[in-house]
């Protein structure tokens, strides 16, 4: 039996949710895993964003009248070994950029990791809460500018931590070989 070109099964998964890709279709086949890895990296990367909140208080108490505010970081470009850069984009409150980002590089100072960071990703529309042990933030430092703000992080381990971490199923025994 011959296999249906790569390309009719790009468009099918155009049409199909992004979980069943995810969960179901990336484990079926080498074909599917290929053309799903495909699908994953050039259609839905590009429309994930991550972000944290924190409140712009002082000490770790947070009281009712300190401002909370949102960094957001979308999607830049992935990298070889599934590695995801996501730039700097915006703060939530807007007029609070200045104080939001010293906070946060002050608190990144010695702890460069993401892993103490609660951190909320949004992969087609939904925002849900993710762990991202892999997160790295990767900081050119004060005087470069926000723009050069960004976290580097595994974007397998999100999309897994998005659509499978509240679940038990077969990812453990999809044929790449990942845990």
Known sequence: MSALPDEI???ILAHTDSRTIFTSVLCSSKQLHRCSLSHITNVLL???????TFTLGRGSQHRWYDIRT????????HE???I???HFSHVHPEHCIAPALEKWRH???HDREGKAVLWRA??????KPVLLASAVVVDAGVDAGHESLCISLDWMELLKEYYV????????HCGDGRA
Not at 71 to 77: E, K, M, T
Not at 165 to 172: I, K, P
């Open 84 to 86: 995801a850069l996501y």
């Open 46 to 52: 590009p429309q994930s964003h991550i972000s944290t």
């Open 165 to 172: 971490a509240d679940r038990v199923d077969s990812w453990d």
């Open 80 to 82: 070889e070994h599934n």
């Open 70 to 77: 949102t960094l957001n970081f979308h999607f830049s470009r």
């Open 9 to 11: 099964l790009l468009n």
């Open 107 to 109: 608190a990144r100072t």
């Open 122 to 127: 949004a992969v087609e529309s939904e925002s």
